[in-house]
Antibody, heavy 120, light 107 residues
Framework: EVQLVESGGGLVQPGGSLRLSCEAS????????MHWVRQAPGKGLVWVSH????????SYVDSVKGRFTISRDNAKSTVYLQMNSLRAEDAAMHYC?????????????WGQGTLVTVSS | DIQMTQSPSSLSASVGDRVTITCRAS??????LNWYQQKPGKAPNLLIY???SLQSGVPSRFSGSGSGTDFTLTISSLQPEDFATYYC?????????FGQGTKVEIK
């Protein structure tokens, strides 16, 4: 059974940092692209970032470029999202998502999410 | 970035109704179109991928069609557990983008 378990969310002041983690199990982690998708309260889904299977290729939505960094540790089956210079508009549920073998594959498994709150 | 536009934004329907949701892309995305269902307080769940392929475990009352820029999600006979919000998504190019969602409510 595929499982994605996120952690690291919480309350942070504007300008602060958080590191989200997502531990995967139930599939061969090192073979798949991984994504982060977020959803502000009452709003729609927004893709944030992705990383390829060996970590050599990453991409970001424009609103987080230069502030967020995605990475992965295939030995630990874990993907990370380092979030710096957080803004109020970054407040959202952040989901870890399993992709496919290619960047344009569907998002077939989602974690339950970790909530990021940005407030002074 | 490719813009995805869903219609309607919400609809009211009864159990047993046939429901159709449309999704339009701002440029051709071939068949790189996926549909997700999200229930309140839960993570999204993949229903349809590659425009018309049913994800394993998803009931056959869900179907998808279309290619290029225009796509459709159909629920052939709405069930009580289908009341949720539905999102389309293109994965043709980065960034992958979602439609704004269609909320299916009980009439």
């Amino acid at each position: 059974e595929v499982q994605l378990v996120e952690s690291g969310g919480g309350l942070v002041q504007p300008g602060g940092s958080l590191r989200l983690s997502c531990e995967a199990s139930g599939f061969t982690f090192s073979r798949y692209w991984m994504h982060w998708v977020r959803q502000a309260p009452g709003k729609g889904l927004v893709w944030v970032s992705h990383i390829n299977s060996d970590g050599s290729t990453t991409s970001y939505v424009d609103s987080v470029k230069g502030r967020f960094t995605i990475s992965r540790d295939n030995a630990k089956s874990t993907v990370y999202l380092q979030m710096n210079s957080l803004r109020a508009e970054d407040a959202a549920m952040h989901y870890c998502v399993k992709g496919g073998a290619y960047s344009n594959s569907q998002f077939d498994y989602w974690g339950q999410g970790t909530l990021v709150t940005v407030s002074s | 970035d490719i813009q995805m536009t869903q219609s309607p934004s919400s609809l009211s329907a009864s159990v047993g109704d046939r429901v159709t949701i449309t999704c339009r892309a701002s440029q051709s995305i071939n068949n790189y179109l996926n549909w997700y269902q999200q229930k309140p307080g839960k993570a999204p769940n993949l229903l349809i991928y590659a425009a018309s392929s049913l994800q394993s475990g998803v009931p056959s009352r869900f179907s998808g069609s279309g290619s290029g820029t225009d796509f459709t999600l159909t629920i052939s006979s709405l069930q009580p557990e289908d009341f949720a919000t539905y999102y389309c998504q293109q994965t043709y190019s980065t960034p992958p983008t979602f439609g704004q969602g269609t909320k299916v409510e009980i009439k």
